[in-house]
């Protein structure tokens, strides 16, 4: 992913603003773009810190009970690059982070495999016992075993679930009893978290500081 900004598109500066920009000197110029960069980043860093988006509003939690802040990786690598001495690219000097960011940014959900799963969690135990959340699945399925001393079937307690079950067999039972295929493959959903881009206001308010900055150098 990256954040790209053109100097001759900047339709919202005025005249004497984009003439001021275009009559700089490329060295200047170069500066310019890369203390915006760096404004950029440092806002980018600030919003990760803050675990808030692009519009101020709180980053959409992760699922499950993990907690900590999220994104924190992507707050690293991050650099300004000019490019003939006209455009801004601010971008991670690692592809697979700048890849990440970017799935992030639109919301893209990420695609696992079961080996993916097995690399990262390790090959599951199915002779272990029936887990309790494997158990309470069973029951909300409907599943019956042969009732004692006496003809028809019952619903068993999550107890006898997990005292006479393994793992694998019950994993069996809830494919069939839901009637859900041997996934090899599924997407994760994951939700928009925008850290990079300010808005075109803001950039331009920037901008004009920085023009007024450059016009004192030598």
């Not at 592809?95 to 970017?102: K, Y």
């Not at 390790?122 to 009732?147: F, I, M």
Request: proline letters at 6%; hydrophobic letters at 30%.
């Amino acid at each position: 992913m990256t954040l790209t900004i053109q100097i001759n598109e900047r339709d919202r500066l005025n005249t004497i603003e984009k003439m001021a920009l275009l009559a700089m000197p490329p060295k200047k110029r170069i500066w310019l773009l890369k203390s915006l960069g760096r404004w950029e980043r440092q806002n980018a860093r600030r919003r990760i810190s803050q675990q808030k988006d692009i519009d101020g509003k709180a980053l959409p939690p992760r699922k499950g009970k993990t907690k900590g802040k999220m994104l924190k990786r992507l707050g690293k690598g991050l650099e300004p690059y000019v490019k003939n001495a006209n455009r801004l690219e601010l971008t991670w000097r690692n592809r697979l982070t700048g890849r990440i960011a970017a799935r992030h940014h639109t919301g893209q959900p990420q695609k696992m495999t079961a080996s993916q799963m097995r690399k990262r969690w390790g090959t599951p135990n199915y002779l272990a016992p029936c887990s309790k959340s494997q158990a309470r699945k069973l029951r909300e399925l409907g599943y019956t075993v042969a009732s004692k001393g006496r003809k028809g079937k019952t619903k068993p307690t999550l107890r006898y679930l997990m005292d006479t079950l393994s793992q694998g067999k019950a994993g069996i039972i809830i494919r069939e009893l839901s009637n859900q295929p041997t996934t090899v493959a599924w997407d994760i959903p994951l939700p928009e978290r925008k850290i990079l881009g300010s808005k075109e206001q803001d950039v331009n308010r920037q901008l004009i500081k920085l023009i007024e900055q450059a016009n004192k150098r030598n």
